[in-house]
């Protein structure tokens, strides 16, 4: 039997992955755009939506290795994708360095920490969980608006000193609109005026129903600065992934979706991307947006060298022919020949889309859509 993401399917049906969830959700199934669904699932949801359902034979496939489905026999489970959302000030990076020092992994020889748009922790029950650190809401909403929707679950942090504001809201209707399961870190607890029961019933207003109020969003009191309810804010991430079944085949060529990258004075261009399946390894021929490399160096959010990345790991690619954008594809082919056709067809597809190119630098991001 075959399975496909939910967030594949919408594209392939040219609708929102969000609206596909709503239906799923109406036919009593609780699934996230990054889930799979079975066939069957599939046939019905291509059904409800009034599209005709058109079998693609083997050979009919897009030459674009990407639109293939792995079999569901292959799937193995894969740590959750977690990103950080929240206003100005309330601590998300704060929390991300806490979160960060409470890694197993973190004291090991050589392990130098350097910034990196993502990174993994390796929790004290051995769970892996990645975290993407998204400077700005524009950077998820850019990604997703390129079916690069990577992210598994959104942690919004609300400082109970400070309560919602903007980007708060901003971020509850991104994370809804992508159809990604919430978390709320209610930050700052460790202030004399934090107040979270205030913050519980202003989410009453924009439809989050938290725990603490009998709704069935988890809610965690924590203090970046202090450490409090860390832990459990890890088994609240712990909880969420295992209902999602997060599942990828790590044993195949592997595909990947590029968080950030820069030109690199010494290393020449370097991408961060997230192994969305298969094992990347050191001598893979790949494509990445339109352009091909080859796979020089893999290094780990520590800055170590590596020797192949498996689904939800983030790593530093070296042996890139240029600068990649946030949210490109990058394809591990078979060869140097099957690298220039994809590539010839990536650009093709581009041109016809004439789509805007977007910097892979976050910061240029923000500008670019000032
Ligand atoms: P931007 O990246 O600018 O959006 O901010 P941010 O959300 O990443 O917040 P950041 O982590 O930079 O924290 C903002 C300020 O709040 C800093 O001065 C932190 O020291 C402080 N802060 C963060 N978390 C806590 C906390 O749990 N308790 C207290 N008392 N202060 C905190
Ligand atoms: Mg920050």
Same mark, same amino acid.
């Given at each position: 039997p075959e399975a496909i993401t939910v967030q594949e399917l919408a594209q392939r049906m040219a609708e929102k992955g969000a609206d596909l969830v709503k239906a799923l959700f109406n036919m009593g199934m609780m699934v996230t755009v990054n889930q799979t669904i079975d066939q069957d699932t599939a046939e019905l949801l291509v059904e409800e939506f009034g599209h005709n359902l058109q079998r693609v034979s083997e050979a009919d496939v897009?030459?674009?290795?990407?639109?293939d489905v792995d079999a569901e026999e292959t799937l193995e489970p894969r740590p959750p994708v977690v990103t950080i959302m929240g206003h100005v000030d309330h601590g998300k990076t704060s929390l991300l360095d806490a979160l960060r020092g409470?890694?197993?992994?973190?004291?090991?020889? *050589?392990g130098i920490t350097q910034h990196i748009g993502a990174y993994q922790i390796t929790t004290k029950d051995k769970q892996k969980i990645t975290f993407l650190d998204t400077p700005g809401h524009e950077a998820f909403t850019e990604m997703r608006a390129r079916g690069a929707n990577v992210t598994d679950i959104v942690i919004l942090v609300v400082a109970a000193d400070d309560g919602l504001m903007p980007q708060t809201i901003e971020a509850i209707n991104h994370t809804k609109a992508a159809g990604v399961p919430m978390i709320v870190a209610i930050n700052k607890i460790d202030k004399p005026e934090a107040n979270a029961k205030k913050i519980r019933e202003r989410l009453l207003e924009h439809e989050i129903v938290v725990e603490a109020m009998s709704g069935d969003v988890q809610d965690v009191e924590v203090s970046a600065?202090?450490?409090? *309810?860390l832990d459990t804010l890890l088994e609240a991430i712990a909880n969420q992934a295992e209902l999602l079944e997060l599942k990828a085949n790590p044993d195949r060529a592997a595909e990947a979706t590029v968080i950030e990258a820069q030109l690199d004075k010494g290393k020449g261009p370097l991408a961060t991307v997230l192994v969305t399946r298969g094992t990347l390894k050191r001598g893979d021929i790949f494509v990445v947006g339109t352009q091909s490399g080859r796979v020089r160096a893999l290094l780990d959010d520590k800055g170590r060298q590596i020797k192949e990345a498996g689904p939800s790991m983030p790593v530093e690619v070296l042996g890139l022919g240029g600068v990649p954008n946030a949210g490109d594809q990058l394809t591990v082919v078979e060869n140097e020949q099957r690298a220039r056709e994809v590539s010839a067809y990536r650009t093709e597809k581009a041109n016809d889309k004439r789509t805007t190119s977007v910097p892979a630098n976050f910061e240029n991001m923000f500008s670019a859509l000032k």
């Open positions: 897009d030459i674009v290795s990407t639109e409470t890694d197993v992994t973190a004291g090991e020889a *050589g600065k202090t450490k409090q *309810g």
